[in-house]
Every structure is written in structure tokens, then in C-alpha cells.
């Protein structure tokens, strides 16, 4: 089984690719483990790098299953710092227009067809049926994908009106899109290491969301 591993950065998904004991820092892995043949892709920062580098590979090569792995803030503080969700749904958050302190996505924009392929409502939708248990088990929720990370209460306060979003990454929107225009299956998994909120680091947990992540990933090689 052919399997793609999406990542942005090499921090969120190192513990997956020292287990697989890779030693060397890079951005594109091929191996073979167990029953799987893995490649691991890591991007860089957002979605220029994300659509740019994932929409090459996707024209030389296809897989069972590319599955996006990383990081996320979440705009609900009833979750949990550390929790693992499969993402069902994506937004492009901040493209649009700005209407004096208002802002216009561009799904409500005159030249844009919000019902369009990929799109359903101007929202991209995950329809991949993911049979393994381990992803079945996971909650899913809705996500937008940003440029700018939201740190600021206006325009956080903003967002949540107009998205009504469960979580916020920075890659999640391009990945679908990506896969969705290449017909390629793929799920989205993250991790919650933050939440939105105006920025104070001090809150965040970075380790324990990469550790939870990476430990369900490996589980699911595993099984």
C-alpha cells in the first residue's frame, strides 16, 4: 500500500520519521516499511509552498492514501491542548476583500463560483471514506486555512462569525485542493497545540500535540 505523508515542517512530523530511522534531515523520504511504501513530503510554511510542492509530486506519482499531518490552534476552548482530529471541511480564510472594517470572502464574491469543483458552498469537503479504524475513531471538525496566523481579537472575533471554524492551520486548504483537482484520496489529522486567541506562546504546547500526533501515525503503521 502506497501511502504520502504531507507535512510543512520537519518539526511536526520528526518523531514519525526518527522511528522510521531516517537519520538525515530532508524533504522528501521514499522507504519501504512493513506492508507500506511511504513517502514523507515537507513543504514548508503555508499554502504557496504547500500547493506548489504537493501539486508537483501529485503529477509524477499517486497513491492509495496522502494524508496531511501537522499542528493546528483551535478556536474552541472546550478542546483539549494535545487532541488529534481528522479534519472534514476547509475554508480559505483570508482570501477576499477588505469592505472599510468589514471582510468579504471571496466565496461571496461576484467572479467566484462557490459551487465550482472542488468547492460545495465555497467550502472544500473531505468525502474520503477512511476504513482504518484509527482514523474512523477520530472526531472530526471544520477548519480554515490562513496566511496570517489570527492573533488579534477583531479579527479573531471575525472569523468565528463569518467560518464558524472548530480549528485553524496554515496548509489545510491548499492540501485539499491540491488532491481534490489531482483526484488523489487524502485525510487531514491535527493536532491542537494552541488555541486562537491574541498571541501569548507561553499558553502553547507545542511537544504534546506533535507527540500525540505522531504517536497515533505510528500506531497506524502499525496495526
Avoid at 77 to 103: L, P, Y
Avoid at 113 to 136: H, V, W
Avoid at 150 to 167: C, E, N, T, V
Wanted: with cysteine.
Amino acid at each position: 500500500m502506497k501511502i504520502l505523508f504531507v507535512a510543512a515542517t520537519y518539526l511536526e512530523i520528526a518523531p514519525l520519521i526518527q522511528s522510521l530511522n531516517l537519520t538525515t534531515k530532508q524533504s522528501f523520504y521514499e522507504l519501504q516499511y512493513r506492508h507500506f511504501e511511504i513517502d514523507i513530503l515537507i513543504t514548508g510554511v503555508g499554502m504557496v509552498h504547500t500547493t506548489f510542492h504537493l501539486g508537483r509530486l501529485l503529477l509524477q506519482k499517486s497513491y492509495k492514501l496522502a494524508i496531511n499531518v501537522g499542528i493546528a490552534g483551535s478556536f474552541d476552548h472546550q478542546i483539549k491542548i494535545g487532541q488529534v482530529f481528522r479534519v472534514q471541511s476547509q475554508i480559505f480564510g483570508d482570501m477576499g476583500v477588505e469592505n472599510r472594517e468589514t471582510f468579504i470572502p471571496i466565496s461571496e464574491l461576484d467572479f467566484f463560483d462557490k459551487n465550482e469543483f472542488p468547492y460545495q458552498n465555497g467550502r472544500l469537503f473531505s468525502s474520503y471514506n477512511p476504513f482504518f479504524a484509527i482514523f474512523q475513531n477520530l472526531k472530526t471538525v471544520s477548519a480554515i486555512t490562513v496566511n496570517k496566523v489570527l492573533g488579534r481579537k477583531s479579527s479573531i472575533d471575525q472569523a468565528k462569525k463569518l467560518f464558524k471554524a472548530d480549528i485553524e492551520s496554515m496548509e489545510g486548504a491548499a492540501f485539499f485542493y491540491s488532491c481534490m483537482m489531482s483526484e488523489q484520496p487524502f485525510i487531514e489529522v491535527r493536532a491542537i497545540s494552541n488555541y486562537v486567541e491574541e498571541r501569548n506562546k507561553s499558553k502553547w504546547n507545542i511537544p504534546l500535540a506533535v507527540e500525540n500526533l505522531n504517536q497515533l501515525i505510528v500506531e497506524f503503521l502499525n496495526d
